[in-house]
């Protein structure tokens, strides 16, 4: 099974209960850590939310807009999709949904003036495609806000982190799902991924201006703003 399947088969197994896990396992904080994405969305701006899940950044993207602008969710799981259509009849008509691959998107060249993606690019088997189609897809000048769990550089709190990640997520989280496979490939899938000076020089060498790095909650998770240059 290729990682395409297996991102699809994980996501889909937890679909029902991943608002209330992710909110669980944060402690609250991803509430908070979203709202750090959505300060950089302006009224009147179009955006695209990518690997947007059951919707809930998308959402608040949708109540910061108001009636101005317009925010596009674009997911490959449709169990994820479903769920979110379901709350669609709580936004203020400026949000919609539909079944994409971020590593080829059905949008023009220069159609959006923010894209997001929050704790999404890690779990994409061609991030440098995706970052390719987010760069095309983003207007000159448009931004990219991209927030990820990363493994922490401060070497008081990382024992702690990793043995939360490792062992307590996983622990409850079969506990709750029924199967350790989902919250045994959280853990693999941030320590396999990009560190905080790696995913920068990522951004900068594919065509983006990196204006800023938010190190959060002791760099357990990472914030970066990017403009297409």
Not at 10 to 17: E, K, M, T, Y
Not at 156 to 181: E, T
Not at 201 to 217: P, S, Y
Request: net charge positive.
């Amino acid at each position: 099974m290729n990682k395409d399947e297996f991102v699809k088969n994980i996501f889909s197994a937890v679909a029902p209960q991943i608002d209330f896990l992710s909110a669980f396992f944060s402690l609250g904080l991803d509430n908070y850590w979203r709202r750090k994405v959505i300060s950089y969305i302006n009224q009147g701006d179009n955006v695209l939310d990518v690997c947007t899940g059951t919707g809930r950044l998308a959402f608040l993207i949708s109540r910061r807009l108001g009636r101005h602008g317009s925010v596009k969710g674009i997911d490959i799981n449709e169990d994820m999709l479903k769920i979110a259509r379901k709350k669609i009849k709580d936004n203020p008509g400026t949000l919609s949904f539909l079944r994409a691959d971020s590593r080829d998107m059905p949008f023009p060249s220069q159609s959006f003036d923010v894209v997001t993606v929050a704790f999404g690019i890690r779990n994409i088997s061609e991030p440098l495609k995706a970052l390719g189609e987010i760069h095309r897809v983003l207007k000159k000048g448009g931004r990219l806000v991209c927030i990820e769990l990363m493994k922490p550089e401060n070497r008081f709190f990382r024992p702690l982190w990793k043995f939360y990640v490792f062992k307590i997520i996983p622990f409850i989280g079969r506990l709750i799902v029924g199967d350790p496979v989902p919250y045994k490939y959280l853990p693999a899938s941030i320590e396999g991924f990009y560190n905080k000076a790696q995913l920068l020089q990522l951004l900068e060498d594919n065509g983006f201006k990196v204006i800023e790095v938010d190190t959060l909650t002791c760099g357990a998770v990472n914030l970066f703003v990017a403009v297409k240059e």
